[in-house]
């Protein structure tokens, strides 16, 4: 799980490096991160279920959902933006980036969820026409 | 690791019924991350590097926290219906982290470098 932790920490400050570049609002670079972090975790919890028809292991759900995940998506660096945008008056980044965090990471949960529930039928579908 | 295991603790004390193991975990890397930005740039007369100014704050405090693990939990507060739990996980989240940042961050204020 550190290993996942560790690895999910480069991936993140891979991305928001490479976001950093792209558009020059501070907090995205963060919200771009734990979007595509909800939206995996919930895709790969949902998609591994126990009682569903995919199997995967606890100990790589564990190492995938708490580690990898766990360490690609922060907590502590969306808080440190936020207030650091309170400490300089700007107060609309403030809200722009709670509000927009919240919602947006819960509709990449959703979003995660929705998948999940057709995938295995779909990759039963798709590996029937490989094979044929 | 330590996420896992704090949250396992304290979801072992206070059961299964509010993810109170994320919050703690966030809590203190919100806190941690706060301390760490108002010392960091003054440690060694500013001569710390860039380097290892990111390596803490986005290693040890960004690999502690965790976004996922908690919108996965509000999520499922929201499908149980407990919508009340869900919006207080998200108020008491985002206010306590807020709040841990500055106090993390005023206490490295009073410091003399």
Same mark, same amino acid.
């Given at each position: 799980? &550190?290993?996942?932790?560790?690895?999910?920490?480069? +991936?993140?400050?891979?991305?928001?490096?490479?976001?950093?570049?792209?558009?020059?609002?501070?907090?995205?670079?963060?919200?771009?991160?734990?979007?595509?972090?909800?939206?995996?975790?919930?895709?790969?919890?949902?998609?591994?279920?126990?009682?569903?028809?995919?199997?995967?292991?606890?100990?790589?759900?564990?190492?995938?959902?708490?580690?990898?995940?766990?360490?690609?998506?922060?907590?502590?660096?969306?808080?440190?933006?936020?207030?650091?945008?309170?400490?300089?008056?700007?107060?609309?980044?403030?809200?722009?980036?709670?509000?927009?965090?919240? !919602?947006?990471?819960?509709?990449?949960?959703?979003?995660?969820?929705?998948?999940?529930?057709?995938?295995?039928? &779909?990759?039963?579908?798709?590996?029937?026409?490989?094979?044929? | 690791?330590?996420?896992?295991?704090?949250?396992?603790?304290?979801?072992?004390?206070?059961?299964?019924?509010?993810?109170?193991?994320?919050?703690?975990?966030?809590?203190?890397?919100? &806190?941690?991350?706060?301390?760490?930005?108002?010392?960091?740039?003054?440690?060694?007369?500013?001569?710390?590097?860039?380097?290892?100014? #990111?390596?803490? +704050?986005?290693?040890?405090?960004?690999?502690?926290?965790?976004?996922?693990?908690?919108?996965? #939990?509000?999520?499922?507060?929201?499908?149980?219906?407990?919508?009340?739990?869900?919006?207080?996980?998200?108020?008491?989240?985002?206010? !306590?982290?807020?709040?841990?940042?500055?106090?993390?961050? #005023?206490?490295? #204020?009073?410091?003399?470098?």
């Amino acid at each position: 799980m &550190a290993i996942g932790g560790g690895i999910g920490s480069v +991936m993140r400050f891979a991305v928001s490096e490479w976001m950093s570049h792209l558009l020059v609002w501070t907090p995205l670079p963060i919200l771009v991160v734990n979007v595509t972090g909800c939206f995996a975790i919930s895709f790969l919890n949902f998609v591994s279920d126990p009682s569903g028809e995919i199997y995967l292991g606890s100990r790589s759900r564990v190492f995938l959902l708490v580690g990898v995940c766990g360490g690609y998506t922060t907590f502590s660096s969306f808080s440190l933006i936020s207030f650091n945008a309170a400490r300089h008056g700007a107060f609309v980044d403030l809200w722009l980036n709670m509000g927009l965090s919240h !919602l947006l990471c819960l509709f990449g949960i959703w979003m995660g969820a929705m998948i999940a529930a057709p995938f295995p039928h &779909a990759l039963r579908a798709a590996l029937r026409l490989w094979r044929s | 690791m330590w996420r896992y295991w704090w949250s396992g603790l304290v979801a072992e004390r206070f059961g299964e019924t509010f993810p109170f193991g994320t919050l703690v975990v966030n809590i203190v890397g919100s &806190a941690l991350i706060g301390t760490f930005s108002g010392l960091l740039p003054h440690v060694a007369n500013g001569r710390l590097s860039t380097a290892l100014q #990111q390596l803490l +704050m986005v290693g040890v405090c960004g690999g502690l926290t965790t976004f996922s693990s908690f919108s996965l #939990q509000t999520y499922n507060l929201i499908v149980e219906g407990r919508w009340l739990s869900a919006l207080g996980n998200i108020a008491l989240s985002s206010g !306590l982290c807020l709040g841990c940042v500055a106090v993390g961050w #005023q206490v490295t #204020q009073g410091i003399r470098f």
